[in-house]
């Protein structure tokens, strides 16, 4: 009863706050836009990139419809194979987002998973987790990404790896990004276990599982929450890095970072459409959720407002 009142309240508080910060609602609002134009692609989409029959390579390197050499057709112009731009922004969005939502899933379950685990137990357990989680935090996120990445390739061959790129991706990125919710997610049932409610629990002889997830991990999800909107941001940054490098989905399958690797091949010949337009919604939706990430972060840390 006193967990679902402290969440009222809380809920209550966010939403007293959120309607206090212009800010954070232009970056809701935009942010809810740029997802729903990624998911409804299907409908809102003039073209099909995945389908070869809807555009022609006579029709490649085409400029926004708004220059003087622009088509009507192509409101941001065409790429190099003659693609529709916006049709290719919005289903490489949508791409984007998969693993950027997929992989921060993983992480996090993974992450908070083992964390509270090794708060909750402490012991061993929890010093040889800390252990692997200040040697991954000693590399950069992208390097292990790209090590799982590489690991992939020499397992699968190349035919198998490019199907299985999505799910290799949302394992590399999951596994770069584990230790954050890991770590926070330890710090804060190292609080919560020392209070009565969980020392009660622990007298009725509650099974440390039960114990774990239903009187621990619902009063932890605040800073877990932040973790999980901030990390979203690095976790589409992650895909869009690998893919601009060649290591991620297929050029077939368009995202963002493809999209705008391959703008860059075009930057200095002129058709600067191929690589700014991408390179804006990417800006522009990881300001967005980083924005959100601050709210959040300032909203449940009273200190922090």
């Known amino acids: 009863m006193l967990s679902r009142l402290k969440r009222a309240t809380v809920e209550n508080e966010l939403l007293y706050l959120f309607l206090r910060k212009p800010l ?26 995945y389908d ?25 112009g065409t790429d190099d194979q003659g693609r529709d731009l916006l049709s290719a922004i919005l289903y490489g969005a949508r791409l984007s987002l998969l693993v950027g939502l997929t992989s921060i899933a993983f992480a996090s379950v993974l992450g908070v ?20 989680a200040d040697i991954q935090l000693s590399l950069p996120a992208i390097l292990t990404a790209l090590l799982i990445d590489g690991v992939a390739r020499g397992l699968f061959p190349g035919a198998m790896h490019d199907e299985l790129m999505i799910v290799v991706l949302t394992v590399a990125i999951g596994l770069s990004l584990w230790v954050n919710f890991a770590r926070t997610a330890r710090a804060s049932t190292f609080v919560e276990k020392n209070k009565e409610y969980v020392q009660a ?17 619902p009063n932890i999800l605040g800073p877990i929450m932040v973790i999980l909107a901030i990390d979203l941001a690095v976790a589409i940054l992650l895909e869009a890095t690998l893919s601009f490098l060649g290591v991620g989905v297929p050029a077939n399958q368009p995202s963002l970072g493809t999209l705008i690797r391959i703008g860059t091949e075009y930057l200095f010949s002129g058709e600067w459409w191929i690589v700014i337009f991408p390179s804006l919604t990417l800006i522009v939706l990881i300001v967005s959720v980083n924005i959100l990430g601050d709210f959040l972060r300032d909203a449940l840390n009273p200190r922090l407002r």
């Open 201 to 217: 629990a622990e007298i009725m002889g509650q099974h440390p599982l039960r114990i774990m997830l239903v009187q621990i991990l």
């Open 52 to 76: 070869l029959t809807s555009f022609d390579l006579l029709d490649s390197l085409i400029p926004p419809a708004w220059t003087e050499t622009g088509d009507a057709r192509f409101i941001l």
């Open 24 to 49: 954070a609602q232009l970056a809701l609002f935009v942010a809810t836009m740029l997802i729903a134009g990624a998911f409804l692609a299907n409908w809102i989409a003039p073209t099909n990139p």
């Open 113 to 132: 998973s083992v964390g509270i685990t090794a708060g909750y137990l402490g012991g061993r357990f929890d010093a040889i987790v800390m252990r692997i």
